[in-house]
């Protein structure tokens, strides 16, 4: 089903090998590895939330950001970019729609981890409601206890919506662990808290211009 | 709060009593930097006490905005964040502080004026905060913009800019309001908690802080529209032009740093960069310090002290905070706002 819907959404030359890859991939790409998180060096992890995946963990879709920073908010943002362009900002944790006249409504995401994160510019290429999770082969080795195959729902780590962004692996996604917003725990997505996502992906239709940004390194 | 002491000292006053500071002795014109190095520490104007920018806890020690900007200044000169001793002031006193040399630079929420610099012989060495007067309304009254607020009651502060800002706002978008003014800022704090208006009026950053006194601060939201320009920065002696450059290069250095992605994290990584940039921030090319007349690694110092512009800001005032004060005009020119710094080089 996603090899199908990946098919439609990147075009007639894409081979099934090729799709095949990136389906695990991403799948790999866009959850936390707690191998990969031992390794990680202190400082990191003062910045960082670790926290595994918890599939079954019901999130509903009232779950939003209610207070704070992270809370969706319109605010102050000069742009270039069109009214509609989604502009997220990974070492902020937001994602920005702009909405001209200097405004933006803003979300709390969650990121990518050190080191997973990433820039560009891409379109949102595929949109899809309660999306299933197969978790790939790699991943079922470092968590054996994990299901092979989960219905898209409210206990899905993939939460109530996700926006595809181009051919890459990286999606914008909901979660069933609204805590997380605001923290670098993925492996590239971003993850909305499922109100916020449901919101979002009601105004973001599909050939949307999606920038991503990050902070200079040295 | 700016807006209350400008308020308060009628124009002519303010004449007389510049006329007679410029009439009186004045600390000899150049020196400052010779002074605070002997010294051995810098003496900071700051505000009394000001949540997120400048706050003294039970044990003596200074936190805030404006105090991380003095601390970056002493890494600066002295290598030695810790090397400041904050001179509390209050908005009456805070330059007349500055032209009698009992503070060698002043980071107290000061908004940058015409008056203040051609009238008083000083100097503001750049703009550390873009504040605004802006507008707080309670969530359920579903308003995005301040151009929906037509026939609205206002709450504000008497005899503040504010009150007279927001009667332009209104006239210029051709709005109607009801005006609900209020001897004292906690009066129409309160006159708004208790539902006498719907909006409330005040500078952004004081707005962020108001919103933390009501009883369910999520209830209400301030809207992102900024109707005054309130450029609040650092000040030096307009005589010492030395100095004076060595603050605002300090001020331009954070800047620079979150834009080249140094960090006080990753400072001590910087000289081994490959980025020219980022080398010669470190000091590690190009010998820019000696023309300040400061080590090579001066801004690099700054840094290492309280962090760069976003670290800094996101500790006191933004998403670390209490207050979560977007960053909003204070963004970096390449992210969505106006900060621009001019190159190290």
């Known amino acids: 089903m996603i090899l199908q819907s990946l098919s439609a959404a990147s075009g007639p030359a894409r081979t099934p090998a090729r799709l095949s890859a990136l389906a695990c991939c991403w799948l790999v790409m866009c959850f936390p590895a707690p191998a990969a998180a031992q390794a990680r060096s202190l400082a990191a992890a003062q910045e960082t939330l670790d926290v595994g995946d918890q599939p079954g963990r019901i999130s509903t879709e009232e779950a939003v950001i209610r207070d704070g920073p992270f809370a969706r908010q319109v605010v102050f943002f000069r742009s270039n970019e069109a009214p509609g362009t989604l502009v997220i900002h990974t070492s902020e944790r937001f994602v920005y729609l702009v909405q001209g006249n200097n405004r933006a409504l803003r979300y709390g995401i969650g990121v990518g981890r050190e080191g997973f994160q990433w820039s560009g510019l891409v379109q949102v290429s595929r949109k899809a409601e309660w999306p299933d999770w197969r978790p790939p082969p790699e991943m079922l080795t470092r968590q054996p206890y994990l299901p092979r195959f989960m219905a898209g729902g409210p206990g899905n780590p993939m939460g109530a919506r996700a926006l595809y962004l181009g051919s890459t692996v990286f999606r914008i996604h909901g979660t069933n662990q609204p805590e997380t917003i605001g923290h670098a725990i993925s492996s590239g997505c971003f993850r909305l808290a499922n109100g916020d996502i449901i919101d979002l992906y009601a105004r973001v239709p599909l050939g949307t211009k999606v920038v991503v940004r990050h902070g200079a390194s040295l | ?345």
């Open chain 2, 1 to 345: 709060m700016w807006n209350v002491a400008k308020a308060f000292v009628p124009p002519a006053t303010a004449g007389v009593a510049a006329a007679l500071l410029l009439a009186s002795a004045l600390p000899s014109a150049a020196g400052t930097l010779e002074m605070v190095r002997q010294r051995g520490n810098v003496q900071c104007g700051v505000s009394e006490g000001l949540y997120g920018f400048s706050e003294r806890n039970g044990q003596g020690e200074w936190s805030g905005f404006d105090v991380d900007f003095c601390r970056a200044v002493a890494a600066a000169v002295l290598n030695d964040p810790t090397k400041v001793t904050f001179v509390p002031l209050s908005a009456g006193e805070r330059f007349e502080a500055l032209r009698a040399g009992r503070i060698d630079l002043l980071s107290r929420n000061s908004t940058w004026t015409l008056e203040r610099e051609a009238g008083l012989g000083l100097a503001f060495a750049g703009v550390t905060y873009h504040d605004g007067q802006g507008f707080m309304v309670m969530r359920d009254l579903n308003v995005t913009s301040a151009l929906e607020l037509d026939r609205a009651k206002i709450c504000v502060e008497a005899g503040t800019t504010s009150q007279l800002n927001v009667a332009d706002f209104f006239s210029a978008n051709s709005m109607t309001f009801e005006e609900r003014a209020f001897p004292t800022a906690a009066a129409a704090l309160e006159a708004f908690r208790s539902g006498q208006c719907n909006v409330l009026t005040r500078d952004q950053s004081a707005l962020y802080a108001e919103r933390l006194k009501l009883p369910q601060p999520a209830d209400a939201v301030v809207l992102p529209d900024v109707i005054s320009k309130e450029p609040l920065g650092p000040v030096a002696r307009a005589d010492d032009f030395g100095w004076l450059n060595v603050v605002k290069w300090v001020n331009f250095a954070l800047v620079n740093a979150e834009e080249l992605g140094i960090t006080s994290g990753n400072a001590s990584e910087a000289a081994s960069s490959r980025k020219p940039d980022v080398r010669r921030f470190a000091g590690a090319e190009g010998g820019l310090g000696k023309l300040l007349g400061l080590e090579d690694d001066w801004a690099l110092r700054a840094v290492r002290a309280r962090g760069n512009y976003a670290e800094i800001y996101e500790r006191n005032v933004g998403v670390e905070s209490r207050l979560g004060i977007p960053r909003g005009l204070n963004q970096l020119w390449t992210m969505g706002g106006i900060l621009y710094a001019p190159p190290l080089r």
